[in-house]
């Protein structure tokens, strides 16, 4: 049973999670940043949130930086919008889930692509 509070705040943290990074003015969150998964533990005390940073590596570095120093406002935000006893501590941890997707579809294409040559040969 409480993995499923867990994972219902999960989602609500995400939707408000969301929509505050949008808000935030600071100049080092440069890249496209989408909220991927939250994680939030069976106490409901710790949430980490998973983003996914389109950009450059020198970018994606400096917007983890921002969101970083943008938890206590991302934090007081949760804390307005999910009702609990305490809010929970929050982390975020970058999703590099898509990049690796996106290199492991390069990989298999650039084989399809020396096969179908050696094919000809």
Known sequence: MGNQRAERVGEVIKDVVAD????????RITGMVSVTEVEVSGDLRHAKIFVSIYGDEE????TMEGL??????VRSEVGKAVKLRSVPEIQFKQDRSIEHGAHIHDLLARIKREEAGSDGA
């Open 20 to 27: 505050a990074i949008r808000r935030l003015k600071d100049s």
């Open 59 to 62: 970018s994606q570095q400096q």
């Open 68 to 73: 970083h120093s943008a938890v206590g406002f």
